[in-house]
């Protein structure tokens, strides 16, 4: 039987968010609507959370419509996740006025047989403890990459400790890093990290781009370069999509096919920024995530001469 | 008759700076003496500045020895230009604890006949009249860039905008671009600064590395990832040097020259960071350098296949 490809854990979530460029009331979001969002432009993925009685499903129709599968999305008695931020200008900082975690404060998920022999597992950013659960019902994953926050670095370390013992990548932001680890120097970060047990690290740094730590090797993404951006919410998870759904459609795993994920993460994460939620990642279509690869592509290569191969 | 490939207008001062990794006490530096020190591992380069009675020319020997012209840095009756500083541990931050102009406060150099005629000129950090006051001197130099500093966009601004009319590239950093232009996204930021008069502007990034934003196309670098940082003085000026040491090599100044400038920016920055003062950039040998070029390819190549290709 061929194994399911894609499965994602995390948060399907309302966010109330203000930008320089405005405001949206309740709009659809979280970790896997947005990893999902992002995703399943290039392989099937399916989606494991839970919402409250309140949440829209239909705006997650068009997710459906491009093949996620979005039954493992359980509807519990209470209220969904919400969140509401606000970003400063310029998108320097963000506060988060108010957190509700609603029926999400009890989500434990049971992975269903057809869901746990999955190839690949992104494990969104959720309590450390139930990223392990999820982990343990998972039957010989191929890759399983999580993601983590600052929250959790404080208040639950050692859990977080124990999950990273058995994942194959970290992926997160800088600033996580360097609070997990105590050092600066993204580098000698990522070994930290690479030595409570991820083989690879995957460190994003925002419209600087994202470097990908593997063992004895790295690789640079820059950003692309936008005009306009209007709601940096979601690009993290975005990027998580693009990478996994590209690494996904590969038969093995190599530095070149991630390489080739570092770069559908970052062009997944550029459009998620362009719009609030996930509206702009509904309406993008092949061509146009081609023509960014292209992009990234003229942006970043150059030629060396003989004198610089020798 | 041949032109002069490359000269440098800047400041060659004394620094004392207190890093988390040590201190010195009035070493060589300036803006000046960092570019010539990367540049001449690549180009002949002529250092036009000043010094007073204390400068310590002795240890500039290495330099010469590499073939740096300093016959047109005057030794003035006075002291030198002194700066002092400290890092925060990590880097972020930096506090001036003296700054002490000396006989650079007059600085306002005539430029000799034989240096008039350069192909490359770069005019590093100091009050753009003295700037413009230099290139008005030059005789169809080809390409000519330029630094500058939050000091002069507060206090200079027209003298400046004056100066930005004139010259083929601005390189700045990324706080100096959005104070500039009072805009934080970096691509529109360019735009404007452009609007000023350059063709193309670069943006250093620090550990983030570098944009190029030329006319209708764009380029970035990451950082080359370093296991220690002793010092930051000097890399942007170490970068420039690289950048247009490598310039002044190439017959054309074509999209692809330019790319492989900002590589070899990126490599000599790397380098100047790696020590106090310019201690590393003096050991370093040509193998090192093209590894570093190599390992820049590295760490940002990545191969599309024939899908993306399409």
Redesign the interface.
Known sequence: MDRNPLTVVGSVALDSVQTQHGKIERAIGGSAVFFAAASCHLSPVSTIGIVGEDYPMEKLEGLRERGADLTQIEKAKGKSFFWSGEYS????SRDTLITELGVFEHFNPSIPSYLANSRCLFLGNIHPAVQTNVLEQMEGPEVVVCDTMNYWIDQNKDELLELLGKVDILMINDSEARELTGE?????ASRIIQGFGPDSVVIK?G???A?FFGLE???????L?????VDPTGAGDSFAGGFMGYLSTQKVFTP?SY??A??YGTVMGSFAVESFSIDRLEVINEEEI?ER??EL?????????A????
Not at 217 to 223: D, E, I, Q, R
Not at 225 to 229: A, D, P, Q, S, T
Not at 297 to 305: A, P, V
């Open positions: 200008e310029n998108f320097n600066s120097n993204l580098l000698n740094k419209e600087h781009g470097l090797w790295s690789f640079a993404v820059p950003g370069l936008l005009e306009k951006i070149d390489r080739m570092m770069v081609l690869v292209s592509r003229e942006l970043t290569s150059f030629e060396m001469s004198r610089e191969s020798l």
